[in-house]
């Protein structure tokens, strides 16, 4: 008799243990996607004026490699702001690149503008495109240095806004959030992740903590500021080089400030499996630069959580009615985005597949929490603890 009363269903044990788990997950992810709403609303109902006597001279760093996708139209739009006195400095690593018939058609094009193109092999380190912008900088006239990537596209009045908060002197980086434009199927599933679930995750970060970080769509940067932070010399063999731009100058007392202003992202056509590894990649990058943040985003995962906890519960009417809250806020938080915020055509087609999109990314996080190995174009790579990178031999 005693016996059989000592006798511990393991089974049932571990059962309610996960069922827990997933239940304060679920619960984590409702209040986030809560928050989420909230830290979307205060960004975007902010407004910038524009102080038309504030427009200091700028110039652009364009770090370039190959022919991508709607090139000449990303570069066009940087070379046709309306702004009283910038310069554009191509930067091209290897002669033979392609990329430099079209600059030099660029060039002639608009003869009247102030654009330079450096082609310069020099490598500093693993990053090619940072080295790239190191091999551009010293011919950088200004005191205000802008990095965009490529496959950035702006309208007329990028540097007018962007520039505005500048005006305060303990703003040292001015960032900006990008939607993805896109209509292949990667591209779409690409586009809705960066609207659906990194556009949140970034407001809810900022409203919590700040801006400590910086894109590639946009780093306007104080050119005192690089050099204190070790200029491109201190970034050239990490992989994050976007966020430490942003993140550096914040250790010396300055601000990194997310302007409302949201570029366009174009997306080039890449099979699936090249997506997958890519985003690994940035992933890994995450997990190695903001570990605790990046395993707070388990809680950005409320599709999984739920349904998992759902299962545990064996479909019960209570875990349907937490499933339910759950899938509800987030439709609501991706609805807002979409229709209200960025008004972006390519998710509100396709906003039914971000149930879909949430599985995928969660894969890749599950995949980029473990392991430190990355390819970057041709070369493999070890991710090293400080974020830096070293040849994987």
Not at 4 to 13: A, C, D, G, K, T
Not at 59 to 77: A, C, D, F, M, V
Request: glycine share 4%; hydrophobic share 45%.
């Amino acid at each position: 008799m005693l016996n059989s009363l000592l006798v511990i269903n393991y089974p049932s044990l571990i059962i309610n243990f996960f069922s827990l788990v997933f239940f304060i997950l679920t619960l984590g992810s409702i209040v986030y996607y809560l928050y989420s709403l909230y830290s979307c609303y205060r960004f975007f109902s902010q407004k910038e004026e524009v102080n038309v006597d504030f427009s200091p001279p700028i110039s652009i760093l364009k770090p370039l490699w190959g022919l991508e996708y709607n090139l000449e139209e990303n570069l066009t739009s940087f070379i046709i702001q309306n702004y009283p006195q910038y310069q554009i400095i191509f930067c091209v690593r290897d002669k033979h690149d392609p990329v430099i018939l079209l600059v030099e058609k660029l060039i002639n094009r608009y003869a009247d503008r102030d654009l330079k193109l450096i082609v310069n092999d020099r490598i500093i380190g693993y990053n090619y495109k940072v080295s790239n912008l190191a091999n551009g900088l010293k011919y950088c006239d200004y005191n205000l240095i802008l990095i965009a990537d490529s496959d950035i596209e702006v309208k007329e009045d990028y540097l007018k806004k962007i520039v505005q908060p500048l005006q305060q002197e303990k703003v040292g980086v001015v960032t900006c959030l990008y939607q993805s434009l896109s209509h292949n199927f990667t591209g779409i599933i690409e586009s809705l992740g960066v609207a659906c679930n990194f556009i949140p995750n970034v407001l809810t970060a900022r409203q919590l903590e700040g801006v400590k970080f910086a894109f590639g769509s946009t780093i306007l940067i104080r050119k005192k500021i690089l050099e204190k932070i070790g200029s491109f010399e201190r970034i050239a063999n990490s992989l994050a080089d976007d966020f430490l731009l942003g993140n550096l100058p914040t250790k010396l007392g300055y601000e990194t400030v997310l302007s409302n202003y949201i570029v366009k992202h174009q997306i080039t056509e890449e099979i699936f499996n090249h997506y997958l590894k890519r985003q690994i990649r940035w992933f890994r990058c995450i997990r190695v630069q903001r570990f605790k943040g990046y395993l707070g985003m388990i809680f950005t995962y409320g599709t999984i959580n739920s349904i998992i906890f759902c299962l545990f519960n064996h479909l019960s009417f209570f875990s349907l009615i937490v499933l339910i809250i759950t899938l509800s806020l987030k439709l609501l938080l991706n609805y807002k985005l979409s229709f209200k915020y960025l008004n972006n055509d390519t998710i509100i087609q396709y906003l039914g597949l971000i149930f879909v999109v949430d599985l995928i990314r969660f894969y890749i996080w599950s995949i980029a929490l473990f392991g430190n190995k990355i390819k970057w174009g041709n070369n493999h790579f070890i991710l090293k603890s400080n974020g830096e990178l070293s040849i994987d031999s």
